[in-house]
């Protein structure tokens, strides 16, 4: 068993939708769409693949994203304008937050960082007052990776 939380979100009350990460859905409304959508820069992609292609999730309804571990809320305010985050550690956030992702280090940490060298920023754009940030503790690669690592010795 894998431990994770089920977080139900209904679209309405962000303003009819959301833009998750890869594989956070797990189901929802039959009214909802699902799409795949780019929201960063091209160069980050080549670095931070598992955070470049993210799911838009829009229309009217519920929709149950799962995470690993806790799912935390971070609310953003321009007394807290935004919030830098593992990428493997981003469940999912409101449509109208700017998103990019970051090498952590310097190519000593590319080279013998392991996991987690790659920081999203998730953002508020100018003018904005208000967003919300979805996070997991545990997220589920990493949980994959240790159980290999144990049985690859």
Known sequence: VVPGNLLPLNLKDYGGEIIGMSGVYLLGSDTLTIASCFRQRLGAAFFGGESFILQKIAGEGVVILQGGGAI???????????????????????????????????????????????????????????????LESFPYNKYINRIKRCYSH
């Open 72 to 134: 935390l809320t971070e609310e953003l305010t321009p007394q807290r304008p935004s919030i830098r985050v593992d990428t493997g550690c981003l469940v999912a956030f409101t449509k109208d937050l700017d998103y990019s992702v970051e090498l952590a280090g310097g190519i000593k940490s590319m080279l013998f960082g392991g996991e987690g060298i790659f920081l999203a920023t998730v953002s508020l754009k100018p003018g904005q007052t208000k967003g919300t940030v979805w």
